[in-house]
Structures are given as C-alpha cells and as structure tokens.
C-alpha cells in the first residue's frame, strides 16, 4: 500500500520507530498533512529536491518539475476532531504573529470578525451546496452576517487551519468592502483572500503538497465527501494564487469559478 509519499516528509534523524497497522481513514490523512505543514514551517522544505520529477509530472503547478526525497513512517491511526471558527482564527493569527508581521488590514479583517462572532453574526449554513463553503449576507456596512458550511470545519481538519481560515476571511472581505454587482463585490474579496494565502504559502508549496496528498490518499482509498471537497477548495486556492492578486486576473478568476453576474454563483 502507497503510505501518501508526498506528504511524510519526515526530518533523516534515523529509523521511524515501528507503529501498529492502522486502517485507512481519514484520520491517516490528517496526520500525514500535519507533518507536511510541520516541514515546510520549519524550513525543513529542503527535503524537496529535483528527482528527475519522478512523480510523473502529478504535481500540482506549484510543484511541477519536483520530486519528494521521502522517508515513509508508518501510519498511525489518531482521533482528530472538526476544526472550529475559534481553532481557524487562532492558527491565522499565530500565522501573522510569527511571520514578522502581518499587513495592518489583516488584523483588521481579524478582529472584524472576531466582533462578528461575538455579536452572533457568524452562523452556519447547513443548505449551502459542498462546493459553496461560505456567504455574506449583507446590510449596510459591515452590519449583516456571515454564513460557514459546517462542511468547511470537516475541511479544516484535513488541510492545513490556516488555509481553511481563508474562507471566512473572503467573508469578512464583503464585510469590509462592499460593493454593487456580483462581479465586482468579489473581487475585493477575493483579492483580500490572495494575498492572505501568499503571505500563508508564498511559494505555493504548502497547497501544492496537500492537495497531491489528498490526490493520493482518493487513488488508494477512494473518494469521500471531505476528500473531494478539500481537493476541490485546494485547486481553487492554486488558481487563485496564480493570479498574482492582481485585478484584472482575479476578476478573469471570479468568472471561471462561475461567477455570474445577475445569478450569483452557477457552478
């Protein structure tokens, strides 16, 4: 059985020590992204050389042409739970803490929606579709609410929090930046939400390693809802880092992703 190569990229400090057989669930996955956030916030993502791109070329864009020096551990079978708004929060910010300072309107997206939270103005939405992970719902400025897919919680458990942060924080981009026109009021808010996940990935390496892993972990097991949807999420994540967070390019993005105006989202 393939033990997700591209995710265990484990520091060479010796034998992994033997660890029971697990079966394959969803909770493999999180363990195996966990260490591949781990690696790469240390620095330790020299362990990504070029291998004459010996995974065939299945690399997202942000890693294509590279191959993983892995040292595969044994899968451990761990409890994990959904991830929370709390828990999303926490890691952005530990994110703009330990990166030498985050951009003043970070902060402020931040404690906007910590205010929101705090006035219940941040609820679930269980009828959004998987593949809509959250809405504003606007009035006047900054005065309405914003709604979460519980899915997206399911999410934040299998990639890593700060990246699934960057939803709520779209959200609170509409919040912060309103304007008319469904085209028009996302691009703001996509434009908040690039720049966030560049300060998060700026090389694009973190996305590209998780989404290859989920990749993976569906070859060998099988596609489930959260799988797909966090793939889906990680692939639009990569477009939208693409765009280099300029206008005209997110707005060429916010059309692809089904964006239309008059309707809202299509697809």
């Given amino acids: 059985m393939r033990l997700l190569p591209a995710l265990l ?5 010796g034998p992994a020590a033997a660890a029971p057989a697990a079966t394959a ?22 362990l990504v050389r070029a291998e004459g791109d010996r995974l065939g070329g299945l690399l997202n864009r942000s890693v294509l042409g590279r191959g993983f020096r892995a040292h595969i551990a044994p899968k451990v079978e761990i409890t994990y739970r959904d991830a929370t708004l709390d828990s999303l929060l926490a890691a952005a910010e530990k994110e703009f803490a330990g990166s030498g300072g985050a951009p003043a309107d ?26 809509d992970l959250g809405v504003y719902h606007e009035k006047g400025f900054c005065g309405g609410t914003v709604g979460l897919n519980p899915l ?5 458990a299998v990639i890593p929090e700060k990246l699934a942060a960057l939803v709520a924080f779209h959200e609170i981009g509409h919040c912060l930046n309103p304007r008319h026109g469904v085209i028009a009021s996302e691009i703001p808010a996509f434009r908040l939400q690039c720049r966030m996940l560049r300060f998060f990935d700026p090389s694009g390496e973190l996305v590209g390693v998780v989404s290859r892993g989920i990749e993976l972990q569906m070859e060998d097991h099988g596609p489930d809802r959260v799988s797909l949807q966090a793939e889906r999420y ?19 993005f916010v059309y692809e992703d089904g964006y239309r105006e008059g309707l809202g989202k299509i697809d």
């Fill in 234 to 252: 990680l692939r639009q994540l990569n477009a939208l880092s693409g765009t280099d967070c300029q206008t005209d390019a997110i707005r060429r």
């Fill in 106 to 131: 970070f902060y402020e997206s931040l404690h906007t929606l910590r205010r929101l939270q705090g006035e219940s103005r941040v609820r679930s939405e269980p009828l959004l579709p998987d593949n």
């Fill in 9 to 13: 990229l484990v520091l060479a400090s």
């Fill in 152 to 156: 997206l919680f399911k999410i934040g």
């Fill in 25 to 46: 669930t969803t909770s493999g996955l999180v363990a195996a992204v966990q260490a591949a956030d781990r690696s790469l916030a240390s620095g330790s993502s020299k």
